[in-house]
């Protein structure tokens, strides 16, 4: 505790520049998955060839990768960006399979209903597809955040800065309370990640919450949605349905 408090000023400039290289490759990386996700499920072969390059991509070894992108990029050895494309790649890797999964579990009768309501494949994708798989999705992008913030400890090997360096500095001086203060940080830093992530997920998906309990119906709960369902992408696909099956009038 004390050797912390000495130091807390470098704990804490190694815990931001730890978290930036974390949540950078994972943003890059949804954003990226979303649409290759999209892509791969418009046919069998497809899907099977980006599944099987995320899986190939997700086995190589980190530290050789950070080695190996310099040449690539032409980017020197001590650089950042070395860090983000390598994370950035296993993000995708990981989010790719997140996304199908996600894509997957939206209901294909809302899909067809809101084609026969006349949607244009973009304007389905943003207002049915994705909002109704966040829960799924933000489940993968969870695994991906406590996968990079694990990782990035990697790249203290190579010199640049982040939380890792704490492990290197106190192995090389023997001194554990080093170590156990860098693995305890980034236990809390994966743990703050997690919990911004599913308060994200809160704020995105109101329609989850807004169901009553179940027994205590309130009157007039049978004839009207509630507010945040209504308005959400679970109330409009509904509306959908009704006016395609006549359950509506």
């Known amino acids: 505790m004390e050797w912390f408090l000495a130091n807390s000023k470098e704990v804490f400039t190694l815990a931001g520049q730890h978290l930036v290289l974390a949540v950078v490759p994972m943003i890059l990386g949804l954003l990226i998955s979303i649409p290759l996700a999209q892509f791969a499920r418009q046919s069998r072969a497809r899907r099977s060839g980006v599944l099987t390059a995320s899986s190939l991509l997700y086995t190589i070894p980190s530290l050789a990768l950070f080695i190996i992108l310099p040449t690539i990029l032409g980017t020197r050895i001590l650089d950042p960006v070395n860090v983000v494309v390598a994370l950035t790649i296993y993000a995708v890797a990981l989010l790719v399979r997140a996304a199908l999964d996600a894509f997957d579990s939206v209901d294909e009768d809302l899909r067809q209903a809101a084609v026969a309501m006349g949607f244009k494949p973009l304007a389905r994708f943003l207002q049915i597809d994705l909002p109704l798989s966040l829960p799924v999705l933000f489940a993968g992008l969870r695994v991906v955040s406590v996968s990079n913030i694990s990782l990035v400890s990697v790249a203290a090997l190579l010199g640049i800065g982040n939380l890792g360096m704490l492990f290197t500095s106190g192995l090389q001086r023997d001194f554990v309370t080093e170590v ?5 940080a980034i236990l809390i830093l994966a743990l703050f990640m997690d919990a911004v992530l599913v308060l994200v997920e809160r704020l995105l998906t109101p329609w989850t919450r ?24 679970q109330g409009t696909a509904r509306r959908f349905s009704e006016a395609r099956s006549g359950g509506g009038a």
């Open 180 to 184: 156990v203060v860098g693995i305890i």
């Open 210 to 233: 807004a169901s009553a309990p179940s027994g205590a119906a309130k009157p007039g709960a049978g004839s009207q949605e509630s507010g945040a369902e209504a308005s959400g992408p």
